[in-house]
């Protein structure tokens, strides 16, 4: 059973950065693609960006490319998210998933095995 926990949400103004984090244990890292997800009030959950397995492939949403950055690091097991340039619209709970064996492109709630408590992020304008 691989367990996820985020950290790094909290209240930034708008223009504002904020580095998300998310640990895991009780699998192998490295064979996981990870991805990030995020639910406003009243919304379904939605993709955001996403990794393969060493980083070299990721993928995001359009409404972030350029202003969010997801990496990894396999020796810490655990995928970050860094967001720039926020803006209210970004305001959400922030979810990391794992999907084994996972290319790093895959944007589908429904393909992910694992899934993080969440951390909410308020962009104030």
């Known amino acids: 059973q691989v367990q996820l926990v985020e950290f790094g949400g909290g209240l930034v103004q708008a223009g504002g950065s904020l580095r998300l984090s998310c640990t895991t244990s009780g699998g192998d890292f490295s064979t996981y693609a990870m991805g990030w997800f995020r639910q406003a009030p009243g919304k379904d959950r939605e993709f955001v960006a996403g990794?393969?397995?060493?980083?070299?492939?990721?993928t995001y949403r359009d409404s972030v490319k350029g202003r969010f950055l997801i990496s990894r690091d396999n020796a810490k097991n655990t995928v970050y998210l860094q967001m720039n340039s926020l803006k209210p619209e970004d305001t959400a709970v922030y979810y990391c998933?794992?999907?084994?064996?996972?290319?790093?492109?895959?944007?589908?709630?429904?393909?992910?095995?694992?899934w993080g408590q969440g951390t909410q992020v308020i962009v104030s304008s």
């Open positions: 998933a794992a999907k084994y064996g996972g290319s790093g492109r895959d944007r589908l709630r429904g393909e992910y095995d694992y």
């Open positions: 990794t393969n397995w060493n980083g070299g492939i990721t």
